[in-house]
């Protein structure tokens, strides 16, 4: 079977799994899919050489435009999901003039203390943001109805995942991986780094806006400590780390198997799963530094080299 | 022999319905509980709440059945914990909702509460942001904590209350050292408006609070623990009361800099969500205050407590350390004793029941149900105010629960 045709029955099962089972699988499912966006939008702009710590800080933001935007202008749910992306996409492209001048270690610094910085602003704008309590929505977006809020995120993931392929497929490539492997080559041969720079950033940075506000309008609230969480941060740089850097198939297969397992230790071991969670994702990243996906592909085609060999010496 | 043939086949017939029979009415009653497992108050909570329910079946169950208790960990994270009402729902299938901690939680797990609109006793979650999303309809849903607004009045009530039995002491100015995070700010905002009410005479604080000042300072457990500025604010200030709300690491430092730059109010309050382990051991804690819902030293004065303790400590082989193992325990059985009270597992008959349900619960106080600012069933409306004395937590107020007077004033 082709990939083609294995890609499509994945796609054709991912639709019709609300048919097949319940509410709470489906929630296991929209939660994997909110952090696997999440960890695509961290590994497009790593594939730049740049590493982000913003992710829950653009994630709270969009997550505050689309709740303040139902809860006090009375907009669509729907479209208030929108806006929270193109609030983090102005955001990102007005800070990325002074953030993306930054490399390495200080640019990693100053996106972490962004998240800081979002969190005190929206926590001392109480009048309009609720302050420290945060803001409640009358109602959860599609009424709570998991069968619309499954579809809803599915269809932002496979947005997210037509986006990193964009960015693995077209002429972008050639520029993030020329900045990537060495800035000043890829300056002398023309490339306009910071313009590229800043489009990734953008562009992540509305999809985690997009991913917050979808967060905020499917559980009906906002307050700085749970949307601002580092868990916004942390667990998609795992996902990544575990399924595999640079790719788009790495995060998705670190996403699921991270997010299943999580789910399954959790009923397995009441007790003490979040330790069986960390020990496994420390033995991955040690023994498995490229990740699942790179790792499992390396195995497969060095064993088609042996057969090959095999074949020619016989 | 067709007689006999016939006596077996009515014998299997008749063993057949009876074991079915048992079989229905062996079903245990399943109740559901979401606690954050990885956190003290949340193990000891399921501790007590398993405590409580080994404790029904050993006398019979209910309605003739077993108790079920499916407990399913919430991580304190939001949309595990909206995740784990799902599975206790349509998995589990449970007849009733039990648990949980943190408002952040809990305001993600509303809506999908009010999908399901099964009956629900709620023992955390103080924040009235919870209060305002379960709303003025939701006649299914019962919350035990005092809200964040209850607490702030009873502590005025309770000081009102210790001033007038002790007119030696005096809370005219007070001073409020507030972390500079949610939790802090929060406080601030709550005190400041309660002093702006007792300046117009109005309030829980009326009559005694007359001066209010408020700093902040950046907590231990954000990285700060240098309260020396705001201690001296303090002490320039010098407060018949001074109040910190912060984090447990912030207890011993800031004890530890008052000393060191002889800052001595008359009433020393700690207003942190959790203590250190220990912290009654070390000797700068005598006769500093704090707020709580339990001590231990209620098994003094209360047989409910004391039992409690006993029963806690012989199955689980730990001490409770937080007064969420007594409002587990009490979580459950003020359900339990609702359900008896019903009859029956019919939603209205154990609504009903819940109402007007009253339980003498390990935390002293009798558990009874009335409205709150917005929702119709509201447990608890009372924090105590404790004292450490002599490396014990004893509590000063209410009167009807003390274990031991004030000992004032602060001194190092």
């Given amino acids: 079977m082709n990939k083609k045709a294995i890609l499509i029955i994945l796609t054709a099962l991912a639709v019709v799994l609300p048919f097949f089972t319940g509410a709470y699988v489906l929630s296991i499912f929209i939660s994997i899919f909110v952090f696997l966006s999440l960890s695509l939008s961290w590994d497009m702009m790593l594939r730049t050489g740049q590493l982000s710590f913003g992710t829950a800080g653009f994630f709270g933001i969009g997550a505050y435009a689309s709740a303040l935007a139902v809860a006090n202008l009375g907009l669509n749910p729907i479209l208030s999901i929108i806006l929270g992306g193109l609030f983090s996409a102005i955001i990102a492209f007005a800070l990325g003039f002074v953030v993306l001048r930054l490399r390495e ?51 932002i993931t496979f947005m997210v995942i037509g986006i990193s392929e964009m960015f693995k497929r077209t002429k972008i490539r050639f520029a993030i991986n020329s900045i990537r492997n060495d800035e000043t080559t890829a300056k002398s041969s023309g490339i306009d780094v910071f313009k590229y720079l800043l489009l990734v950033f953008v562009i992540t940075s509305a999809i985690q806006g997009v991913i917050g506000a979808f967060y905020a309008q499917q559980f009906a609230f906002v307050n700085p400590e749970s949307t601002f969480s580092l868990n916004f941060l942390l667990l998609p740089i795992a996902m990544a780390l575990v399924g595999g850097i640079y790719t788009t198939s790495g995060p998705i297969i670190g996403a699921l198997i991270l997010g299943l397992i999580s789910e399954y230790l959790k009923l397995l071991i009441p007790y003490g799963h979040l330790v069986v969670y960390g020990v496994i994702i420390v033995l991955v990243v040690l023994f498995l530094p490229e990740g699942i996906f790179k790792s499992v592909k390396k195995l497969f085609a060095s064993k088609d080299n042996v057969g090959s060999d095999i074949n020619a010496q016989s | 022999m067709k007689k006999s043939y016939l006596l ?12 079915s029979m048992s079989g229905m009415a062996q079903e245990p009653i399943k109740i559901g509980a979401v606690n954050p497992l990885g956190d003290i108050t949340g193990r000891q909570s399921t501790n007590a709440m398993e405590l409580a329910v080994a404790e029904i079946n050993e006398a019979g169950g209910l309605l003739g059945r077993p108790v079920e208790l499916i407990v399913v960990d919430s991580e304190f994270r939001p949309e595990k914990g909206a995740a784990a009402i799902e599975k206790l729902a349509t998995v589990d299938e449970v007849d009733f909702f039990v648990g949980g901690m943190s408002s952040g939680v809990h305001l993600a797990q509303i809506p999908s509460l009010k999908k399901y609109k099964k009956v629900t006793v709620w023992a955390g979650a103080a924040s009235h942001k919870a209060e305002e999303a379960i709303g003025a309809d939701a006649d299914w849903y019962f919350h035990l904590h005092p809200w964040d607004y209850q607490q702030g009045a009873s502590y005025g009530v309770g000081w009102n209350a210790i001033v007038k039995e002790n007119p030696e002491i005096d809370i005219a ?204 069933n509201q447990g608890f409306t009372r924090q105590k105010i404790l004292q ?19 000992e004032y004033p602060f001194s190092w």
Avoid at chain 2, 218 to 245: C, H, T, V
Avoid at chain 2, 395 to 404: D, G, L, M, Q, S
């Fill in chain 1, 105 to 155: 270690i200080y640019f990693a610094i100053t996106t972490l203390a962004l998240t800081h910085v979002f969190s005190v602003i929206i926590r001392n704008l109480s009048d309009i943001t609720g302050g420290a309590s945060g803001t409640i929505l009358p109602n959860a977006i599609f009424n709570g109805d998991p069968k619309l809020i499954y579809w809803a995120i599915l269809l």
């Fill in chain 2, 173 to 376: 100015r007070v001073f409020l050292a507030y972390e500079e995070g949610a939790f802090g700010s929060d406080s601030y905002k709550a005190y400041a408006a309660m002093a702006e009410q007792a300046s117009e005479g109005k309030g829980a604080f009326a009559g005694v609070m007359e001066e209010f000042k408020g700093a902040s300072f950046k907590s231990a457990a954000m990285g700060g623990g240098d309260y020396r500025a705001m201690l001296q604010q303090a002490k320039e200030y010098n407060p018949d009361l001074f109040i910190w709300a912060g984090y447990d690491a912030d207890a011993i430092p800031m004890l530890g800099q008052a000393r060191e730059i002889g800052f001595e109010p008359n009433l020393y309050v700690g207003a942190p969500p959790g203590w250190p382990a220990n912290f009654g051991r070390n000797p700068l804690s005598d006769k500093v205050i704090l707020y709580g819902m339990w001590a231990p030293a209620l098994n003094e004065v209360s047989d409910v407590a004391k039992h409690f303790w006993d029963a806690y400590v012989e199955m689980h082989d730990e001490e409770p350390a937080t007064y969420f193992a007594p409002l587990g325990y009490t979580n459950i059985k003020f359900l339990a004793k609702g359900i008896e009270k019903a009859g029956t597992l019919e939603k209205e008959a154990v609504i009903s029941a819940l109402k007007s349900t009253k339980y003498v619960s390990p935390l002293g106080s009798t558990l009874e149900i009335s409205p709150s600012n917005i929702i119709q």
């Fill in chain 2, 388 to 406: 450490y004395q002599d490396g014990k937590q004893h509590v000063i107020w209410p009167f009807e629960f003390a274990t031991t007077e004030i």
């Fill in chain 2, 8 to 19: 077996i086949v009515l014998s299997f017939l008749l063993a057949f319905v009876l074991f």
